[in-house]
């Protein structure tokens, strides 16, 4: 397995209340998880190194979890006397934190789950008080831009150019300001879907996922018949007419479903985001009129960690933010 590059993520404390006991944890916000090794599941459950590798080996074996995606391997270098020395050591995801301590009970087990999932959730938030600010700097941009509109320093082709990537990058922000606000309303849809999702459809283009991706053979796999009745409501009809009569809501609730009702065993929010997309492109809506995806990689990995972290209460809302991504002012 190729070593991944740890440095771009978060070095973060975890102390327990109940012992004292602290170490470093590494925070990874851009795959909604931390890492930590296996001597630190063995503080936090009390158990010795054999009983915590026996657990991990059972639980890679019963297919409770893919290793490929919960394992890596960590490069750590310290201090030896006048020397440094590197080595290379496994750590595991939240996933695998979680499965050993449904066979280890432990209050400081417990107590760090729930610490590691409010980091996450502080993480998310972090980077949304970053684009608040963004958001002020972008307004004095507009300000400048239209000072320099009345200069000679300027063609008038530039300072096109200029106020048209600031408008792009402007209609993400208001996303943000409306979510903040919650003043969100659905904007420009197109109620006339040229697709019409089907459960067998769904399934194929999953299986080209993993086929595509090298996933593992858990990928994809359905635990119960919640992604049927997923497609189903998305289809869904009352007093002959549709629930969801656009392409936006469709696409929106297929991606929040999937990810909230975590109907695979592995790769639900890849999953989410591929059938997104796909059904997009389906629909001829996946490009804006420059020819663009309308949602960029990075928005798009956003948007479903923002999902998969939200309140069941907070549903309508998320509907709303990513509606607002794909909409027609896009």
Request: aromatic content about 10%.
């Amino acid at each position: 397995m190729e070593m991944p590059d740890f440095t771009t993520n978060e070095l973060v404390i975890f102390k327990s209340s109940r012992t004292g006991t602290e170490f470093e944890i590494i925070l990874d916000g851009e795959h909604d998880t931390v890492w930590v090794t296996e001597q630190q599941l063995m503080d936090l459950y009390g158990k010795a190194r054999r009983t915590i590798g026996e657990h991990i080996r059972n639980i890679y074996k019963e297919g409770e979890l893919d290793q490929n995606s919960t394992w890596r391997k960590f490069r750590q270098v310290q201090k030896e006397g006048e020397r440094e020395v590197s080595r290379t050591i496994s750590v595991f995801n939240l996933e695998v934190v979680i499965s050993v301590g449904y066979r280890v009970k432990s209050p400081m087990g417990v107590e760090f789950r729930r610490w590691a999932t409010q980091r996450l959730k502080d993480y998310l938030i972090k980077g949304y008080a970053v684009n608040q600010q963004r958001l002020s700097q972008l307004q004095q941009s507009f300000k400048l831009i239209r000072e320099a509109a009345l200069s000679e320093d300027f063609s008038k082709s530039q300072v096109r150019e200029i106020i048209d990537i600031l408008s792009d990058y402007a209609m993400g922000l208001d996303i943000l300001d409306g979510y903040d606000k919650q003043n969100l309303e659905l904007g420009k849809v197109d109620r006339n879907p040229v697709f019409q999702i089907s459960y067998s459809e769904a399934k194929s283009a999953i299986e080209e996922l993993r086929i595509k991706y090298g996933g593992s053979p858990l990928f994809g796999r359905e635990k119960d018949n919640s992604f049927q009745s997923s497609i189903s409501t998305i289809n869904q009809t009352f007093d002959g007419k549709e629930l969801y009569p656009s392409i936006e809501e469709k696409a929106a609730h297929l991606l929040y479903f999937v990810v909230k009702n975590h109907s695979f065993t592995d790769g639900n929010k890849r999953i989410a985001a591929w059938l997104f997309v796909w059904y997009l492109a389906k629909n001829n809506y996946l490009l804006d009129t420059k020819g663009n995806p309308k949602v960029a990689n990075n928005a798009l990995a956003a948007i479903t960690l923002m999902v998969a972290l939200s309140k069941p209460e907070e549903k309508d809302l998320m509907i709303l933010v990513i509606v607002n991504s794909i909409n027609k002012a896009n």
